[in-house]
């Protein structure tokens, strides 16, 4: 091979694994796919598209330790005093531990509106889907913030 090509054989090589891995786990993908309607029903304001990918099970851990059901994630979402923007989603990782469950660690940025106050945010958070009727739904949330520091001593 003329080692001119390699590169171009290399991207080819990592293209078709990445794809075949992609199409090889289509419960991923879905995932990702439901997560993803997720976000754009929060920063829409639109609930009824939010309780669509929610289980009725959801259990909801905000990063202040807040703990809301289904119910009560989506009625303050259209009580007007929150607003979501410029949502995103990084660094994710998937477990799936059994057939039906699909677990998503990673991290979210978005900008929120709680009362009259605009800010950003970051997170880290882990999620479970669980496949419902045939649909993937969130059926637990848990984000914190990270801080920058630890209190696991440096080794």
């Known amino acids: 091979m003329k080692w001119f090509l390699f590169p171009v054989w290399c991207a080819v090589v990592v ?19 439901a997560d993803q309607e997720r976000l754009d029903a929060m920063m829409a304001g639109n609930a009824s598209a ?17 703990v809301e059901t289904k119910g009560d994630y989506v009625k303050n979402l259209l009580a ?24 998503l660690i990673g991290a979210q ?10 800010s950003d945010i970051s997170l880290r958070f882990l999620s479970v889907w669980r496949k419902e009727d045939g649909d993937w739904r969130m059926v637990a949330w ?11 001593p440096k080794k």
């Open 80 to 103: 007007g005093d929150t607003a979501y923007e410029k949502a995103s989603t990084s660094d994710v990782r998937t477990l799936e531990p059994s057939r039906g469950i699909v677990i």
């Open 50 to 66: 939010l309780a669509r990918v929610l289980s009725d099970e959801l259990l909801f851990v905000h990063s202040d330790g807040r």
């Open 109 to 118: 940025t978005m900008r929120k509106r709680l009362g009259g106050t605009w």
């Open 15 to 33: 293209g078709a694994l990445t794809s075949s891995l992609v199409a090889a786990d289509p419960s991923v993908v879905a995932v990702f796919k």
């Open 142 to 152: 848990q984000s914190m913030r990270p801080s920058g520091s630890s209190v696991v």
